[in-house]
Nanobody, 124 residues
Framework: VRLEESGGGLVQAGGSLNLSCSAHAKSFDNYAMGWFRQAPGKEREAVSIISLSGQNTWYTGAVLGRFTISRDMVKNTIYLQMTNLKTDDTATYYC??????????????????WSRGTQVTVSS
């Protein structure tokens, strides 16, 4: 599985950005998909996850109500709509794909495939 993301950049606090991640996989619907991020000096953390069918989602508390994850089963792509961005959202964002028996959640070891990362910088 190869993951290609796009959409990072620089935005002012309060602004919005949209991330996309295209999955080159034979069976996209076999994978839970997620967004993770790593800020300088911090460990990588889960941001948002979407289940195989797209019907279930998970968000870390810090982004709940501000970020929306979705997936397009035709385009084999997931999206992360980020609104009301805060300086604490500054990080490298990664998308990941996991085929772990239907699991969808924040446990990083459940995801076998990772993108290279895209930088999101929120200025004050």
């Amino acid at each position: 599985v190869r993951l290609e993301e796009s959409g990072g950049g620089l935005v002012q606090a309060g602004g919005s950005l949209n991330l996309s991640c295209s999955a080159h996989a034979k069976s996209f619907d076999n994978y839970a998909m997620g967004w993770f991020r790593q800020a300088p000096g911090k460990e990588r953390e889960a941001v948002s996850i979407i289940s195989l069918s797209g019907q279930n989602t998970w968000y870390t508390g810090a982004v709940l109500g501000r970020f929306t994850i979705s997936r397009d089963m035709v385009k084999n792509t997931i999206y992360l709509q980020m609104t009301n961005l805060k300086t604490d959202d500054t990080a490298t964002y990664y998308c990941a794909a996991g085929n772990s028996g239907g699991y969808y959640g924040p446990a990083q070891h459940k995801y076998q495939h990772w993108s290279r990362g895209t930088q999101v910088t929120v200025s004050s």
